[in-house]
T-cell receptor
Framework: NAGVTQTPKFQVLKTGQSMTLQCAQD?????MSWYRQDPGMGLRLIHY???????DQGEVPNGYNVSRSTTEDFPLRLLSAAPSQTSVYFC???????????FGPGTRLTVT | DQQVKQNSPSLSVQEGRISILNCDYT??????FLWYKKYPAEGPTFLIS?????DKNEDGRFTVFLNKSAKHLSLHIVPSQPGDSAVYFC????????????FGAGTQVVVTP
């Protein structure tokens, strides 16, 4: 199993550009989520999904869109990037009956 | 408001000694607590967890203690090893919240020879 994979590892965007951060898992986990990590603030939940076709907002959803068309994939879209979205983004997944989430390696995003 | 707090941003400990990391929470609905370890440029990895029906859970060198009345948990690492140098995050979840995790800000542990 590859576990949770994320692409790209690094990305630099200009303000106003759009992009999609990819996340995939091969563990057949129903639950997937996106977090951002900022210095001194831990990880904060952006969006999550409890299964294909079902998504909901987390703590900091503004500026981000998600969709979940398959169990395996959970992309995160930035429609118009802003410098405040400079961060490290982590995707995670878990089984629906479990509590431990398994994280991908992260995407470091810089918006100039 | 931050519902999970790790008030020590850093901890330095000698190899072979005990590392004690602390975490406080405010939400009484939290019923499951986890510790994650993170190396630079990697994703967090699950370390150990504890349910609110227990007050201690042990896994090798790692022990987590939960004091529900004080809304406090701690992670003990004995003995500390150089490979334990990492950032440790405390996280909490509630049964009725789809298992969403609330994280603390993290504690940077440095184990010196």
């Amino acid at each position: 199993n590859a576990g949770v994979t994320q692409t790209p590892k690094f990305q630099v965007l200009k303000t106003g550009q759009s992009m999609t951060l990819q996340c995939a898992q091969d563990m057949n986990h129903e639950y997937m989520s996106w977090y951002r990590q900022d210095p001194g603030m831990g990880l904060r939940l952006i969006h999550y999904s409890v299964g294909a076709g079902i998504t909901d907002q987390g703590e900091v959803p503004n500026g981000y869109n998600v969709s979940r068309s398959t169990t395996e994939d959970f992309p995160l879209r930035l429609l118009s990037a802003a410098p405040s979205q400079t961060s490290v983004y982590f995707c995670a997944s878990r089984l629906s009956g479990g509590r431990e989430q398994y994280f991908g390696p992260g995407t470091r995003l810089t918006v100039t | 408001d931050q519902q999970v707090k790790q008030n020590s941003p850093s901890l330095s400990v000698q190899e072979g000694r005990i590392s004690i990391l602390n975490c406080d929470y405010t939400n009484s609905m939290f019923d499951y607590f986890l510790w994650y370890k993170k190396y630079p440029a990697e994703g967090p990895t699950f370390l150990i967890s504890i349910s609110s029906i227990k007050d201690k859970n042990e896994d090798g060198r790692f022990t987590v203690f939960l004091n529900k009345s004080a809304k406090h948990l701690s992670l003990h690492i004995v003995p500390s090893q150089p490979g334990d140098s990492a950032v440790y995050f405390c996280a909490a979840s509630a049964t009725d919240s789809w298992g969403k995790l609330q994280f603390g800000a993290g504690t940077q542990v440095v184990v010196t020879p």
